[in-house]
Nanobody
């Protein structure tokens, strides 16, 4: 059974940093592009970042460029999302998932991703 588990969410103050982890089991993580999404209550899940399987190229939503960094440790079967200069607008639940359509990050559409975890809550106070 494939399982993704997100962790690292916490309550922090504005301007602080967090590193989220996405640990995968039942799947060879290096064979998949992995995306991070986030979802606020009552809103649709929004794509945040993606790292390709083929060359670990990274792609970001415009609002997080320069602040967030996605990386992978294939030996640990884990993908990370390093988040800096957090603002209250970053307060949401973060999810990771595997992109099914290509080894490269070709889409931000959530329905093209699978193996969603339960998410990890990030709360940024002002």
């Amino acid at each position: 059974e494939v399982q993704f588990v997100e962790s690292g969410g916490d309550l922090v103050q504005a301007g602080e940093s967090l590193r989220l982890s996405c640990a995968a089991s039942g799947i060879t993580l290096r064979d998949y592009a992995i995306g991070w999404f986030r979802q606020a209550p009552g809103k649709e899940r929004a794509w945040v970042a993606c790292i390709s399987a083929s060359d670990s190229s990274a792609y970001y939503q415009d609002s997080v460029k320069g602040r967030f960094s996605i990386s992978r440790d294939s030996a640990k079967s884990t993908v990370y999302l390093e988040m800096k200069s957090l603002t209250p607008e970053d307060t949401v639940v973060y999810y990771c998932a595997a992109y099914l359509m290509s080894l490269r990050c070709m889409s931000s559409r959530g329905h093209e991703y699978a193996y969603w975890g339960k998410g990890t809550q990030v709360t940024v106070s002002s």
